[in-house]
C-alpha cells in the first residue's frame, strides 16, 4: 500500500518561504517520478515539479521561474519542495504524487498540505 503524506504547508508572508516534505512509504520507488501539484481555489490542479527518483533529474513547470526547488532524500524516502520568494498566487492545496516512470498518468496522490501567503 503506497502512502504520501505532505506536511509543512502552512501561513506565510509574501517575499517569504516555505519548505514542504514528502514522505513516501510502501515500496521501493527507484522506478518513479515524484511529482508536486497544486490547487487553488476555483482552479484546476496544475503541475508543479517532478523528479526522478533514481538519478534525480528534474523538471518544472515554467511559470516556477527558478522560484520553487523540487529534491529528494533517498535514505529518508522523502521528496522536498522549497519554495522562495513566494507570492499570493501561491495560495494552494499542493498535493505529492507518484507514478512509474514510464507512465504518464500519477497513481497515488497525497491527502495535501495548504498553503496561504498573505500580503
Known amino acids: 500500500q503506497v502512502m504520501l503524506v505532505e506536511s509543512g504547508g502552512g501561513l506565510v508572508q509574501a517575499g517569504g518561504s516555505l519548505r514542504l516534505s514528502c514522505e513516501a512509504s510502501g515500496r521501493t520507488f527507484s522506478s518513479y517520478v515524484m511529482g508536486w501539484f497544486r490547487q487553488a481555489p476555483g482552479k484546476e490542479r496544475e503541475f508543479v515539479a517532478a523528479i526522478f527518483w533514481t538519478g534525480g533529474s528534474t523538471y518544472y513547470a515554467d511559470y516556477m521561474k527558478g522560484r520553487f526547488t523540487i529534491s529528494r532524500d533517498s535514505a529518508k524516502n522523502t521528496v522536498y519542495l522549497q519554495m522562495n520568494s513566494l507570492k499570493r498566487e501561491d495560495t494552494a492545496v499542493y498535493y505529492c504524487?507518484?507514478?512509474?516512470?514510464?507512465?504518464?498518468?500519477?497513481?497515488?496522490w497525497g491527502q495535501g498540505t495548504q498553503v496561504t501567503v498573505s500580503s
Open positions: 504524487a507518484a507514478r512509474l516512470n514510464f507512465k504518464q498518468v500519477y497513481d497515488y
